[in-house]
């Protein structure tokens, strides 16, 4: 075979792997918008699974019934990195999108390792290890993606990026959760003895979603409104403490 037909052969199992990774992940189940592939026997945890990320994402404004969102949830970390690698990702990651071809890729050992890390805490932050908040935060780069438009999300402020998934991922849950207000959030946020210095992206993560959160279900704005480029974070992150500060007054 010559050069330019082994360069062939190897590209085309490159797009093939990323366009359909069912080929090496063939079981799934579905649930709504949810189609969740996974490398395991089947289970009554993986039903559950894909039923929970979908209530969450049929609890904030940005459900889309007439789209199906594919997730590949990966427990075997070899071929999680097998597909980080082609993804050109790093394997440490929790989950990543591929927005190109409309499939995410969470894996099981990541999740457990990095809940394992914290302990679970914050609640709602990013490394919890929770595999339904991961998810859901995946399908959430997905959904925006399709919704704006690759360039335009491409160009938004990484707070935004990772603020507008988060809080799909999370805004069903917290409404049911009677403790966890938006003023205790910010409490949580500002605690710096809560963090400590390894947690520097788990915090990024936590404050962009309280941030997209004020704006959404405080402020009003509309998803067009959050994404244009004069909603700043220094400026939306100071009238969000204004704002707990003012609740705080007038108790």
């Not at 805004?171 to 049911?176: K, L």
């Not at 959760?177 to 993560?205: E, M, N, Y």
Request: some cysteine.
């Amino acid at each position: 075979m010559s050069l330019a037909g082994m360069l062939a052969v190897v590209l085309t199992t490159y797009l093939v792997l990323l366009a359909f990774p069912q080929v090496l992940i063939p079981r799934s189940v579905r649930a709504g918008v949810v189609h969740l592939y996974y490398d395991d026997s089947p289970s009554a945890q993986i039903n559950r699974l894909a039923v929970d990320v979908d209530w969450r994402l049929r609890g904030s404004d940005f459900y889309d019934s007439l789209q199906v969102y594919r997730v590949f949830f990966v427990r075997k970390q070899g071929l999680y990195t097998l597909y980080c690698r082609l993804a050109m990702v790093t394997p440490l990651a929790q989950g990543f999108a591929l927005s190109l071809f409309g499939n995410s890729f969470v894996s099981e050992t990541r999740l457990n390792a990095l809940g394992r890390q914290t302990g679970g805490y914050p609640k709602y932050g990013i490394w919890e290890g929770d595999p339904a908040h991961t998810i859901a935060h995946e399908i959430g780069h997905l959904y925006l993606t399709n919704r704006i438009g690759r360039s335009r999300w491409e160009n938004l402020p990484h707070w935004k990026q990772e603020g507008l998934p988060e809080y799909i991922a999370n805004i069903a849950v917290m409404r049911e959760d009677t403790l966890a207000t938006l003023k205790g959030r910010v409490r949580v946020l500002r605690d710096d003895w809560l963090w400590g210095a390894g947690s520097r992206w788990d915090r990024t993560h936590y404050e962009a979603g309280l941030l997209v959160e004020f704006l959404l279900d405080v402020q009003g704005y509309s998803l067009e409104q959050v994404i244009c480029a004069n909603v700043t974070k220094d400026e939306t992150l100071a009238a969000l403490i204004e704002w707990c500060e003012n609740i705080a007054s007038g108790e």
